[in-house]
């Protein structure tokens, strides 16, 4: 379950979104003039040439829902180039077609649009030269904006790739058994096994379509949640060791003495600070790594009540309600010191906010 990423809590998202702008981000009534889906439609079938990106460091969303637009525009007889930053991890290299994604640090070509999938903006691409292009912004996330030229944000989807499905039910395209196969790995890998994030009765159902048209359910849990590669395993022992729990905090580290160790690369360090989210009774969780030059980078993750992108914005990132990140000057004790200060008043506030007991 390494693989697997927190997401932001489904009705906390909705509430926010709801919030934050005043009106929810879903789609309304289905008007050709103001519908995302309609809007988006309408772009693929004018233009030829397509884009697809997603952000940097992709995970089983980026990836899945990449390959499967790119499938859905060959479906629909267009051109489409993927291209990332970095390249596809390990266990996303046996989807169908994911030998195809580029890794680019500019992009230019004669493209009618560019489709940005899970992106709040261009920079998460971490790709130059997008905006030379026509954009369409796909995305599920709370904090997703309206950056590009067509925008559709809907935080109800419990990934990218449930969108993408439903783009191409709205297209015609036939939901094709590769296709099937990269959309499941989306919702397997955003929902954390079907254990968090925007999981719905359609969560269920759209997995349900999925296993019929062709997706084999043990065979992907199989590849996304036991192949871990042997550096990552070593690398976990390492952080494991250093696993330290406080009230309702839990946090763990790897220095760069343990990377080189264990023989692991930045794409190790996905998904450790989940092991001390995992902890009975842990709010939020801190990961700290330190990088071959002293700096450190944090991953934070909560479960619903603190919100760690608020602290990560505090201490120059930012992310996601459950799951933010930040870089931070070293040492490693003073990174330390500096995140606990932060998380200790979270769980404070928490213990305030919290009804007396009778
Ligand atoms: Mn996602």
Redesign the pocket.
């Known amino acids: 379950m390494d693989a697997l990423h927190l997401?932001s809590n489904a009705r906390a998202a909705r509430h926010s979104a709801a919030d934050a702008g005043g009106k929810p981000r879903h789609a309304e009534e289905p008007n050709a003039a103001t519908d995302p889906v309609e809007q988006i439609l309408h772009a693929l079938r004018s233009g030829e040439r397509f884009l697809v990106c997603s952000h940097s460091r992709p995970?089983g969303?980026?990836v899945g829902?990449m390959l499967a637009m790119g499938m859905l525009l060959k479906q629909m007889g267009k051109q489409a180039d993927l291209v990332t930053a970095d390249r596809v991890p390990p266990l996303y290299r046996s989807l169908p077609g994911a030998a195809e994604i580029r890794t680019a640090l500019r992009v230019h070509g004669p493209y009618d649009a560019v489709i940005l999938l899970?992106c709040d903006g261009l920079d998460r691409t971490r790709l130059l030269g997008l905006d030379a292009f026509v954009q369409i912004n796909i995305?599920?996330?709370v904090s997703g904006r309206n950056f590009a030229q067509i925008n559709w944000i809907d935080c109800s989807a419990a990934?990218?790739?449930e969108l993408v499905y439903r783009l191409a039910l709205a297209a015609g395209a036939q939901i094709t058994q590769p296709m099937a196969t990269c959309l499941y790995t989306?919702l397997l890998?955003?929902t954390g096994g079907f254990c968090y994030?925007a999981l719905a009765d359609t969560t269920f159902e759209l997995a349900r379509d999925l296993v019929r048209a062709g997706a084999n359910a043990v065979a992907i849990a199989r590849e996304v949640c036991f192949s871990t590669p042997l550096s990552k395993m070593l690398l976990l022992g390492a952080a494991l060791g250093n696993l330290k729990t406080e009230a309702q905090l839990a946090w763990l580290w790897v220095t760069q003495d343990d990377m080189v160790r264990s023989g692991a690369s930045e794409e190790d360090c996905e998904g450790i600070v989940n092991f001390a989210l995992a902890v009975h009774g842990v709010e939020a969780a801190a990961f700290l790594r330190e990088l071959p030059e002293g700096r450190i980078r944090l991953s934070l993750r909560g479960k619903g009540h603190i919100d760690v992108a608020a602290i990560a914005e505090h201490l120059g990132g930012g992310g996601h309600e459950n799951a933010a990140g930040c870089t931070r000057e070293g040492p490693l004790e003073r990174a330390t010191e500096e995140i606990l200060r932060e998380l200790r008043q979270a769980v404070e506030a928490l213990g305030a906010s919290r009804p007396e007991q009778a």
């Open positions: 997401n995970d969303d980026a829902s899970e995305d599920h996330h990934s990218v790739g989306t890998t955003d994030g």
